[in-house]
């Protein structure tokens, strides 16, 4: 099957076809060849990253894929020994070492996640692994970008685009030839109905909804429960159903700050 950077597919029961047009296998092939599972790095080391474990075990569970090599934070944030029984490394030294490494980016926060990514991107070699749990529905022509995450019970139909670092949580549903662009965050039980667009660096709260056709202009937050009957501008809070604009945000807001370990 053909898979192009952005052209993946899945379903429960069938192999992956990643982002970065590998499929992942462990054990014995079927001609026999013996291939093994490919090391990854989780980038964060709380709640997030927690998850971005337990969904890689659930994938090695039902086709070894990944051998997960431990957590990477910002040097300041060192401190924790292990994390589930798995070392927590300092990234940029880290990752300079073992440029064979994949990566995921397991950070709540779309802005964040931004930041660290801009980061990684220049100064580390590695490549973003792209995850999907194999609960995760995928109808025909779901593409999934690089280092995104799918997760347990996530229900996409059809003809959907998913960038890149999109985190796509719990049991969300996604309907035919909507669009979530780079560094999303569609935090649990959201739905985005079909013909939907959510921009660059959306935060969907816990169960919100993007009505047929919505949308959403990049760096928008919806609180939790909020319901977009209408398209919404770039960099505003929105809550409620129907959404109401409750906060500007000056354009760039999402960028790195002076300080900031990025
Ligand atoms: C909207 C949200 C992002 C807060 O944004 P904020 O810019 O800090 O907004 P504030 O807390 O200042 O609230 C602004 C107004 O919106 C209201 N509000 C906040 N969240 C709301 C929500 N989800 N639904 C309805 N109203 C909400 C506040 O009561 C406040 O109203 P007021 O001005 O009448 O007092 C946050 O409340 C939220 O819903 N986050 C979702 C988190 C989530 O789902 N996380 C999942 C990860 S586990």
Redesign the pocket.
């Known amino acids: 099957m053909e898979c192009g950077a952005l052209e993946s597919k899945w379903r429960l029961g069938c192999s992956c076809h990643l982002a970065d047009g590998e499929d992942r296998f462990a054990g014995k092939g079927e001609e026999g060849l013996l291939l093994v599972s490919r090391p990854l790095a989780i980038f964060g080391a709380g709640g997030q990253a927690r998850e971005a474990l337990q969904l890689v075990r659930d994938i090695n569970g039902a086709s070894p894929a990944w051998d997960v090599l431990g957590f990477l934070v910002d040097e300041g944030y060192l401190g924790q020994g292990t994390v589930h029984g798995l070392p927590v490394h300092g990234a940029l030294p880290w990752l300079s070492a073992h440029p064979e490494v994949s990566l995921v980016v397991a950070v709540?926060s779309s802005s964040a996640r931004y930041g660290i990514v801009e980061r990684l991107s220049s100064r580390a070699p590695n490549s973003f692994a792209t995850l999907v749990h194999p609960s995760a529905w995928l109808g025909d022509g779901v593409e999934i970008g690089h280092g995104s995450l799918v997760c347990a019970g996530a229900l996409l139909t059809t003809d959907i685009r998913v960038g890149r670092h999109v985190h796509v949580n719990l049991a969300c549903t996604v309907g035919h030839d909507a669009e979530i662009r780079d560094y999303a965050t569609l935090?649990?039980r959201v739905s985005v109905a079909g013909n939907a667009r959510v921009g660059t660096g959306c935060e969907l709260?816990?169960a919100s909804c993007a009505l047929p056709g919505v949308e959403l202009g990049d760096w928008t937050?919806l609180?939790?429960?909020?319901v977009a009957t209408e398209d919404l501008p770039a960099n505003v809070?929105a809550?409620?159903a129907p959404a109401r604009i409750?906060?500007n945000r000056p354009p760039g807001w999402h960028s790195p700050h002076p300080g900031e370990p990025w």
């Open positions: 709540g935090n649990q709260g816990t937050i609180g939790a429960g909020t809070t809550v409620g409750v906060k």
